[in-house]
């Protein structure tokens, strides 16, 4: 195994494991390629078995021969190690070190990891985008497949296939393509049937200083429009930080040239901002040394709720272009590849009823940030510990997951999946035994050939004995658009993310055992009383008929 | 009635708090007990009451060309805000509010005139819904180690006190006198709560005139009884829920703490609650901080750091689960007191007990808790929550802060207490509503000579009739949470604490979560029941029939309409199918067109937005001054195809075009 020269000791005896909310536990530590594994001598029963690719960071410290090693996790968990002799804890660390930053992505565990359950429907092929596309066609005929980037050449971050306004051709958003930046030319992100409006998404043009046009990407945006009608242009920059851009090559639609179109600035932050607010945010959940005025202050002091209400607002303004002004939107920021997607999919959950279901906000998640471009191998590769800080890692998605569970908490009714289900892809994003969240973009994953070697996500999750953990028990279909408060005091920490580890959620936990238990027992009640109705009635026609019902 | 001096105001604005445009025009009424304002729409003519009682502050601002505002601030956190046509009218609204929202006899209260249609035996039985003497039976009293008192008859030793009082059987007469001169306002040691399961107890006093060096046999005697008590255990905790300073500034004046030298085995604590002054100041930054236009999220974290609140409701919890972990972990007795012993020590006191006993929490024994900690022994309603006009500086959230902290613990325990967040903000309304007797005056002996009980009616009796509306879902008598003593961590974990939205901005609905997992739950259960019946109802035909059958009986049974209820909603479907009050910078969101920029609405789509993201309103507009109109220079004027406009050749613009 290639991983062999990077273990320098596989297995260490008399290991004691200190983790939030069980007693501390001895037993012996095991180091594979992926895993580290502790079990208890006593009964053969592993205690942790945790990736390497969840470890963000670790400390270690010795008193005497005793080492410990304290493992900081990507999920935010905290757990100790304490480990007899020296060398061992040094040659521990040092491998865990190593094997928890792998450089070569064909070395992560989606590429052996063999599924211990049967695959159902294989996740690979459960959203492909013409199947998505098919759910519009029987609404509009204004739009059409393009397979302009079927090689990745046009735009290295989009998929091979994308909706593209009909009226206009390949050749053109080539052209296009060149005007934007990373080569995203707008793009179909939502239709909204219920008044043809949509939201489509894009770079940023690269109008740079002197203020370049692109005829085909006036004509292309336009062509989104209905007759007479006005579309909105949300740049999730502040409009300082989309001038600034110019100098760049960057910049934004100038209005007059766009003349149908009225440009909205709105600020959203954007990489090693969010990354230190998570940091923040996480190192005053697990001070609990201070008092209250502290608490709040730390609290205040990340901005990561600021960070929420800036979204999950410039999401509803969104959502109310569409469905209040009957207006058409495009999205986006600098790449387009980060707040344009938290825009673009919370603005579909406020919308869209299909996707507060769990098999339609998987499609969303397929669409709007994995084949959208997302780049989870960059921003999800370290979490809130890490000292090497790179800039591109922020959490970005970690911060949509968040809105969403801000939503779900306000309408809890309304959602077919539950806050097991958001925390689940959190974690998965960062560290998993599957492939979907792998790579930066279709490009990537399609050269990394993940959906021959590895097993997607969603083979896993799509199966009945999981699908009942994710699902939500209060849920009733709500097909009405959704309004979120975005007012601080309707705005709250995600304890079920950020708390997790910091306290017992037992007490939560039996709540939602008991919801679960009152929604089944009506489930049952009510199947009972359908059955003896149906019995009722049968018997009693064959009184009246004085022979047996032909139709039971 | 006299004090109003205009009973009717017509053309009145009632201004939407959230959204400044939306307003109500409607007529004003002032009535003995309520203003109502009725809106003018016809389909609706919604109403909206608010009784004098519940009126905290009432402002007149400065009048506009609408007309002159006036802003009512209720103690129930609910703010209304008038627009009056006429300076004039405004005038004698304002004048006349003043004088009903703060009445100068008892006689003036609601109370006296809410007549909720129940005959005589009905309101006594109402009366007698809540009754401590049964409490304390079953607490297991009295017992071998403590007696019924009635040193206390006639209120002849203390007269906030009630008459009947449980104290350890060793404490004589003497003893109980002797230790009453020695404690302020004579508020001598008291049972408030027996743990029968290990003999600890909580009792309540106020603090000891002890000054620099007093001594008091008696009270020390009294102390020593305490600890008898409770046989298995050699000393008893001492709690003064003062801060330090607090309390030893009190010895100037010859009051104080206990020394622990001359008192024989006990263990002295302070836990550091502050006074009412304190608590009142730190609500109305609070509240302060509620009533934000706009805020962003670091003005209402700060404001609420600030407003010190959640310190202060976590000292509070602190307190009681010092005493709860003393009493039911080491089996110690503890005694509590402040400097009076009626507003942090009944704050203590009943927390600690919430905490030990589970049948605090549920909907009957809350209620005994209440009047037991509370109206028993002398927590002055009056004066606290401003029913009769008085000192403002008595005015205290004491109680609000007790129920907040139940809120706090439900949240901890969702299955663990039988009621729900309504019960205690009903209960919080109707503190300050004076509709019912229950919180009248400052102690049991004002009550008695008011002879409250036959013209008033109980709170309790009406709450209990409602009690459907009250009830937690989650809640099972036999569940472990509803067992014994709720476990709190000992870590400071201080994020368990959380504002209180449903409470502080409770008539601000668009903050509140849209869809109630209470009700829901509820009309699930509802549900359940019914189908229980129809269930044993279908079993018991079919059986019938069956049987019938066998008998070769051509019966004809009626096919009765199967009565199934018509189902729950789960969506308010009105307030999910608008936007919500996307308060913070944005109220709602304008249902007009954005391109009407109306510089009034500080909403979504205007100003910061929409103009600002016309940068040529800032300040280096180079070529693209001059567009900051669209809606002029649109070229078709958005009557042609857009394609069709974006094909023309604009030759003057060709420079610019990117050649691709």
């Known amino acids: 195994m290639e991983f062999a020269e990077l273990i320098k000791t596989p297995r260490v005896d008399n290991v004691v494991l200190h983790r939030p909310f069980y007693p501390a536990v001895e037993g012996t530590l095991c180091l594979t390629g992926h895993h580290l594994i502790l079990s208890s001598r006593q009964d053969n029963t592993e205690e942790l078995w945790l990736l390497h690719s969840n470890i963000d960071a670790i400390d270690k410290r010795f008193v005497g021969s005793l080492g410990t090693i304290i493992i900081k996790c990507k999920d935010f968990r905290i757990i100790q190690l304490d480990i007899p002799g020296m060398e061992e804890c040094l040659n521990i660390a040092s491998s865990i070190e190593a094997l928890s930053t792998l450089d070569s992505i064909t070395l992560m565990y989606p590429f052996f990891y063999r599924p211990m359950f049967e695959v159902i429907e294989d996740g690979w092929h459960s959203f492909l985008p013409e199947q998505e596309f098919e759910l519009y066609s029987s609404a509009t005929s204004e739009w059409r497949l393009s397979y302009v980037n079927k090689e990745f050449a046009v735009c290295p ?207 969303l998640v397929e669409r709007e940030w994995l084949q959208a471009g997302h780049p989870f191998q960059q921003r999800c590769a370290q979490s809130a510990y890490c000292s090497s800080k790179q800039k591109w890692e922020a959490p970005v998605f970690l911060l949509f997951l968040d809105c969403v569970w801000q939503i779900l908490r306000q309408f809890p009714c309304s959602f077919e999946f539950n806050e097991h289900f958001l925390v689940m892809l959190f974690e998965h994003a960062y560290a998993s035994q599957f492939g979907t969240f792998l790579g930066n973009n279709e490009s990537e994953r399609c050269k990394l050939k993940l959906q021959q070697k590895t097993m997607s996500l969603w083979s896993w999750v799509n199966r009945p004995s999981k699908l009942c953990q994710f699902t939500n028990p209060l849920f009733e279909a709500n097909n009405l658009v959704i309004w979120p408060s975005v007012a601080p005091q309707s705005l709250q920490l995600w304890e079920g993310i950020f708390l997790r580890w910091n306290r017992s959620s037992k007490y939560q936990d039996e709540a939602y055992e008991e919801v679960v238990n009152i929604i089944e027992y009506n489930k049952e009640l009510q199947a009972k009383v359908n059955i003896l109705r149906r019995q009722l009635a049968e018997l009693e026609t064959e009184d009246s008929c004085g022979r047996p019902s032909e139709h039971p | 009635m006299e004090h109003i001096r205009t009973p009717k105001v017509e053309n009145v604005r009632l201004v939407d708090r959230v959204s400044s445009k939306k307003s109500a025009l409607g007529t004003l009424y002032l009535t003995a007990t309520h203003v109502i304002f009725v809106e003018n729409a016809p389909d609706t003519r919604k109403e909206t009451w608010i009784l004098h009682s519940q009126i905290s502050t009432i402002e007149k601002q400065a009048t506009t060309a609408t007309g002159c505002p006036l802003l009512i601030r209720c103690k129930n956190f609910q703010i209304i805000q008038l627009i009056i046509p006429q300076e004039r009218d405004c005038h004698d609204v304002y004048v006349s509010l003043i004088r009903l929202a703060k009445p100068v006899k008892y006689e003036e209260l609601y109370c006296f005139s809410f007549n909720p249609k129940l005959d005589k035996e009905e309101r006594e039985q109402g009366w007698m819904l809540i009754d401590l003497s049964d409490e304390y039976k079953r607490m297991g009293l009295p017992n071998n180690f403590w007696q019924l008192s009635d040193v206390n008859r006639d209120y002849r030793v203390c007269d906030s006190y009630p ?423 944005l109220k709602s969101f304008p249902s007009r067109s954005p391109s009407q920029g109306d510089e009034d609405s500080a909403l979504i789509l205007t100003q910061d937005n929409l103009k600002s993201s016309d940068p040529d309103l800032s300040a280096n507009s180079d070529q693209e001054s001059g567009v900051e109109d669209l809606s002029c220079r649109s070229p078709s004027g958005g009557e042609h195809a857009p394609s069709e406009d974006s094909g023309k050749d604009r030759d003057s613009d060709e420079a610019v075009f990117l050649t691709a």
């Open chain 1, 157 to 363: 971050s989009y998929p091979p296939i994308v909706i593209v306004p009909k009226s206009i051709d390949d050749e053109a958003l080539r052209k296009v393509a060149t005007f934007r930046h990373g080569g995203r030319f707008p793009v179909l992100s939502y239709y909204y049937k219920k008044n043809g409006m949509v939201i489509m998404r894009s770079g940023q043009p690269l109008t740079g200083t002197n203020g370049r046009r692109c005829k085909e990407d006036e004509k292309l945006i336009n062509a989104t429009l209905r007759a007479g009608k006005r579309g909105y242009i949300i740049d999730t920059r502040s409009l300082n930080v989309a001038q600034q851009a110019r100098a760049r090559g960057g910049g934004f639609e100038q209005e007059a040239h766009y003349p149908q179109w009225r440009r909205i600035h709105k600020s959203i932050e954007r990489y090693h901002v969010l990354q230190e607010s998570l940091i923040k945010l996480v190192e005053a959940c697990n001070d609990q040394t201070h008092n209250m005025d502290r608490w709040l202050s730390k609290l205040e002091a990340s901005n990561w709720l600021t960070h929420i209400k800036e979204i999950l607002t410039t999401a509803c303004l969104a959502a109310q272009c569409i469905d209040r002004e009957g207006a058409s939107i495009l999205i986006h920021g600098t790449e387009g590849t980060d707040s344009t997607l938290q825009v673009t999919s919370l603005a579909q959950i406020i919308l869209d009823p299909r996707s507060r279901t769990i098999r339609g906000f998987e499609a």
């Open chain 2, 163 to 585: 008459t009947e009082l449980y104290v350890p059987k060793s404490a004589t007469a003497h003893i109980i006198v002797g230790s009453s001169k020695f404690r302020s306002r004579r508020r001598f040691p008291a049972l408030s709560y027996y743990h029968k399961d290990n003999h600890a107890s909580i009792c309540r006093s106020s603090q000891p005139l002890s000054g620099f060096s007093a001594r008091c046999l008696e009270d020390e005697q009294m102390l020593q009884a305490i600890r008898k008590a409770n046989p298995r255990s050699d000393f008893i905790y001492v709690v003064d829920t003062r801060p330090k300073l607090n309390a030893m500034a009190n010895r100037a004046a010859g009051k104080g703490y206990e020394n622990e030298d001359n008192y024989s085995n006990i263990k002295f604590q302070f836990i550091g609650i502050e006074n009412i002054h304190v608590m009142r100041n730190s609500l109305q930054k609070m509240l302060e901080v509620c009533e934000l236009k706009s805020p962003s999220m670091s003005d209402f974290l700060w404001g609420l750091e600030n407003s010190g609140w959640l310190r202060h409701i976590k000292a509070i919890m602190d307190a009681g689960i010092f005493i709860a972990k003393a009493v039911s972990e080491e089996g110690a007795s503890v005694l509590v007191h402040c400097s009076d012993g009626w507003d942090r020590t009944a704050q203590v006191c009943s927390v600690a007990s919430l905490l030990l006993d589970p049948h605090y929490r549920t909907l009957k024994g809350f209620m005994v808790l209440i009047e037991k900690d509370w109206i028993s022994f002398g927590h002055k309603f009056n004066h606290r929550y401003g029913n009769l006009d008085g000192d403002p500086k008595e005015i205290s959230p004491v109680i609000d802060q007790f129920i907040e902290c139940v809120w706090q613990l439900m949240e901890q325990f969702p299955c663990a207490f039988e009621f729900n967040e309504r019960f205690l903000i009903h209960i919080q309304h109707h503190i300050y509503s004076c509709q019912f007797g229950n919180f009248l005056c400052n102690s049991q002996k004002e009550r008695g000579e008011l002879k409250i009980q036959e013209r008033t009616y109980s709170l309790w009796a009406h709450l209990w009739k409602n009690r459907a509306d009250y009830l937690n879902p989650l809640f099972r008598a036999d569940h472990s949470q509803t067992q014994g003593s709720l476990h709190l961590p000992t870590t400071p974990c201080n994020f368990m604490y959380k504002f209180w939205s449903g409470m502080y901005n409770r008539f601000e609905k668009g903050m509140q979560p849209r869809q109630s997992v209470t009700d829901y739950l509820m009309a699930v259960k509802e549900e359940s029941q019914q189908l229980e019946e129809e269930l044993e109802a279908l079993e018991e035909r079919l059986e019938k029939i069956q049987k019938v059958q066998l008998n070769c009986t051509k019966v004809k049974s009626k096919q009765s309409e199967s009565s199934r209820p018509s189902g729950f909603s789960t969506s308010d479907n009105s307030t999910a199918n608008t936007p919500q009050d996307y308060s913070g910078n």
